[in-house]
């Protein structure tokens, strides 16, 4: 069952997991999904022809008294078959994800973030002839046009969603860039008031640290306006020497003493 | 802690989580061994908790969104619905397509009744409206019988292939378009019925019932029957959609769907009999009394097993004094 946990925006969905910890799922939109399908479609059309010329060719070679009517029918289903055939079997083999969706990063889960089982993708790929009943833009589209999370009704049937796996995070790039300490040589003398202070003046001096690549006078102005708002918090005496302090040294300052108390 | 020494102290654990996942997606972590499996699972949950923990101490940092597509990714890995055991289809076809049978017979009822009533207005329409025959009565080989003619039937493997295919089709597409408030099933039903019915009159009309129903019944007990549960899966998934009840509209269909599907594929399986039949015995040489009573023993085979099998026995509950350690719980012995 659908155990959404706090807000999703439009194109994520949290849900509770075993852990009681929620994840965010992002949603696969519109656009990743149809492409995922035109690459399937490059897969499994070709291989649904050749079934069908091949059952032809058996079909007419076979006997010479066929009616037509027969074999095309016969040819048919060959098509019908192997095409949608292909969407199950790949998403039973490759665990949710058929060749077009590994491609664009795709994967289906069930709505409980876990992956789906038999029944679920044997639900989505049947309901699949109604999705795509006119073809490419088939009432399938449509739904997931509207779909706040961009479900087909495939998808709404077997319980699922389709969520994007890739992640524009890496490990590399999460392991953030070391703040630029360019002119506090150490962390200086205890500032004054320094345990009114925590984690988020921490993580907004990190911020503003680890920030290249602004022009000095802005980011002077930016420091000078960020150090008028530390020594709110810090409540340092009117004649502390702090105050005196060029905002940029203070900031360092006041992010290296945080950063060992914190640590 | 500060946002470098949770990178630091965690991020060989997340590293080896990463590595697992890719070697699981390979494999789909099915060649791992016991221990990496109890690994992989502890991985995970301590992913998890850096995820919370992430989320309330650094919730902007690049650490928390890389935390949750660690888990994203991991956990449909761990977490799954049990496998489909090849073990597990005799068993289905034994017990559980004749239960899911009489689970939806109110749908089921509801789609021969369509079925009868297309039949009943087909047949009407062909006594009614005679100067009208020709056109309501469909061309074919039974369209030929019924004018008295010997038609030629095709070549049994192909015409089975054939039919299968056709019925296979249909009862998919009943299943598959029930989505859409069941009105695509109910049209099929009273479109075969009143096919149906029209041949019928026509055959009637020319004398030749027998004959015309020699041809039909041997498979069409099976073929029809199965016709009707599937028309009765796509009755019952728009039902769904259109009555939910207490649950949303997604989730009613999707209860539906769990419940209905089982016996939409396991009809489509139970149409390569019918098929089969409707190839090689329905135009056979043999009498039409034998291939009546072919029929017959299809039909009274088909129903006592969707009506009988798998019936669950309702004895009466045993009035047996409940053990102490039953209601506590606790292996041991009985206090005395």
């Known amino acids: 069952m659908l155990r959404v946990a706090g807000p999703s925006t439009p194109d994520t969905v949290r849900v509770q997991t075993a852990e009681n910890v929620s994840i965010g799922f992002t949603t696969a939109g519109l656009g990743s999904r149809v492409v995922a399908q035109l690459i399937d479609n490059v897969i499994a059309l070709p291989l649904a022809y050749i079934a069908a010329f091949a059952y032809s060719a058996l079909a007419v070679s076979a006997s010479s008294g066929q009616s037509v009517t027969i074999v095309a029918g016969g040819a048919l289903f060959a098509l019908f078959f192997v095409y949608f055939g292909y969407f199950l079997v790949c998403e039973v083999v490759m665990g949710g994800r058929t060749p077009g969706k590994a491609a664009m990063g795709l994967r289906v889960v069930r709505l409980d973030g876990s992956a789906p089982d038999f029944v679920a993708l044997l639900i989505r790929n049947v309901v699949r002839v109604l999705d795509v009943a006119l073809f490419a833009a088939g009432i399938g589209v449509v739904i997931m046009f509207f779909h706040p999370l961009s479900r087909r009704l495939g998808d709404i049937a077997a319980s699922t969603i389709v969520v994007r796996e890739r992640s524009r995070v890496t490990l590399a790039t999460a392991a953030a860039a070391p703040p630029l300490i360019t002119r506090a040589p150490d962390a200086g003398p205890a500032v004054e008031g320094i345990e009114r202070l925590g984690s988020t003046e921490y993580n907004a001096l990190r911020t503003f640290l680890t920030r290249a690549g602004l022009a000095p006078e802005l980011r002077a102005r930016l420091a000078a306006d960020i150090a008028a708002r530390m020594l709110e918090r810090l409540a340092v005496a009117p004649s502390a020497p702090e105050r005196f302090w060029p905002p940029e040294l203070l900031l360092e300052r006041l992010y290296l003493q945080l950063d060992q108390r914190l640590r | ?336």
């Open chain 2, 1 to 336: 802690m500060s946002l470098d020494t949770f990178i630091a102290t965690r991020q060989p654990e997340w590293s080896e989580l990463e590595a697992a996942i890719n070697q699981a997606r390979r494999g789909r972590l099915r060649s791992t061994s016991a221990t990496q499996l109890e690994r992989f699972g502890m991985l995970l949950r301590h992913a998890s908790s850096d995820l919370a923990i992430a989320r309330r101490d650094y919730p902007d940092a690049q650490v928390t969104e890389y935390l949750n597509s660690l888990c994203s990714r991991a956990n449909p890995l761990l977490y799954r619905g049990s496998p489909m055991r090849i073990s597990a289809v005799p068993e289905f076809f034994a017990t559980g397509l004749p239960r899911a049978f009489r689970a939806a017979w109110p749908y089921i009822l509801a789609s021969c009744a369509l079925l009868l009533l297309g039949f009943i207005g087909g047949w009407l329409a062909v006594v009614l409206r005679p100067d009208l025959r020709d056109s309501l009565v469909p061309h074919s080989l039974f369209d030929e019988l019924a004018r008295g003619g010997h038609p030629t039937v095709p070549d049994a493997p192909f015409a089975a292939a054939f039919i299968i295919q056709n019925n296979i089709r249909v009862a998919l597409i009943c299943f598959g378009f029930g989505v859409l408030w069941g009105i695509v099933p109910a049209l099929v039903m009273l479109s075969n019925g009143w096919m149906l019915g029209t041949i019928a009159a026509a055959v009637h009309e020319g004398g030749y019932d027998v004959r015309f129903w020699a041809l039909i019944v041997p498979h069409g007990v099976i073929e029809l029957s199965i016709i009707v549960i599937a028309g009765g899966t796509g009755l019952m998934l728009g039902d769904a959609v259109l009555r939910p009840g207490l649950q949303r509209r997604g989730d009613a269909l999707g209860a539906a769907a769990r419940s209905a599907v089982a016996l939409a594929v396991g009809a489509a399986m139970l149409l390569v009999i019918a098929g089969t039949m409707e190839a090689y015995v329905s135009p056979s040489g043999l009498p039409d009394a034998a291939k009546l009573a072919v029929g017959g023993t299809a039909a009274v085979l088909l129903y006592s097993w969707l009506l009988l099998a798998g019936r669950r026995r309702t004895v009466a509950p045993e009035h047996e004094p409940r053990s102490w350690t039953a209601l506590s719980g606790l292996p041991g012995e009985v206090p005395t």
